[in-house]
């Protein structure tokens, strides 16, 4: 009879053990550390001024301008490990806003954007270990210059 006892007993601690396991582990589930640009809803551009301050931030949140970076944004080379130093300071600062979770607030990631007058290319460096230095091609480098510059 007493061993009995002592078998519910250990099934019930058991059973309530494999019940708090799972609730620990439906309540330690992060934000993904890959970034979708779908998830993109907001962007806040500073556009360096002639003295190296900012301008006042301004918000882009219009959903047609949104899907025009994403598709930008997508096309951007990047190269994860480089490290480059740039002559000047950049011309425009612009943070992302990605949404994963209606529940958690955003996850931010900031570009800094020279745009060559050179080559009419752009450089971009995130501060996003997963992306750091990239590169747009002329035609992209346009259309973000055209947005982020508001041309």
Known sequence: ???DYLSKKANICFLI???FTIF???CTIKTPNEFDLNQLNRVDVEVVKADESYEEA???TDEETIDVLR???KQIKWEPNAEPKMAKKEDVKATLFFRYDENMPERLFEYQVWFN???D???I???NVKEGYGTLDKGNAQTLESILLNK
């Open 1 to 3: 009879m007493g061993g």
């Open 17 to 19: 053990s494999i019940i």
């Open 24 to 26: 620990l582990l439906g």
């Open 58 to 60: 301004v918000m882009i």
């Open 71 to 73: 598709k930008t944004f």
């Open 117 to 119: 007058l050179s080559n």
């Open 121 to 123: 290319k752009a450089t």
């Open 125 to 127: 460096i995130s501060n």
